[in-house]
Nanobody, 125 residues
Framework: QVQLVESGGGLVQAGDSLRLSCAAS????????LGWFRQAPGKEREFVAA????????YYGDSVKGRFTISRDNAKNTVYLQMNSLKPEDTAVYYC??????????????????WGQGTQVSVSS
């Protein structure tokens, strides 16, 4: 059974940094794209970042470009999201995601095969 467990969320002030981690278990995701989404109360789930199975090419949502960095460690079956210069509008539950198809990228919810349980990130002004 596939399991994705996020960690690293919390309450911070505007301008601070956080690093989210998502550890996958159940099988290797070495050949799958990994990503992060977020969902604020009353809003749709939003694409944040994704990274190819090689780890060489990242993609970002417009609202986080230049502030967030996605990376992965295939040996640890883990994906990370380094979040810098956090803003109150970054407040949301953050979900890690694995692509539905091999070699694909989870850049929209319909392309996601598995979701983590989510971790809360709250940024105060």
């Amino acid at each position: 059974q596939v399991q994705l467990v996020e960690s690293g969320g919390g309450l911070v002030q505007a301008g601070d940094s956080l690093r989210l981690s998502c550890a996958a278990s159940g099988r290797s995701f070495r050949n799958y794209g990994l990503g992060w989404f977020r969902q604020a109360p009353g809003k749709e789930r939003e694409f944040v970042a994704a990274i190819t199975y090689t780890g060489r090419t990242p993609y970002y949502g417009d609202s986080v470009k230049g502030r967030f960095t996605i990376s992965r460690d295939n040996a640890k079956n883990t994906v990370y999201l380094q979040m810098n210069s956090l803003k109150p509008e970054d407040t949301a539950v953050y979900y890690c995601a694995v692509s539905k198809d091999i070699l694909a990228l989870p850049t929209t919810p319909r392309l996601v095969g598995s979701w983590g349980q989510g971790t809360q990130v709250s940024v105060s002004s």
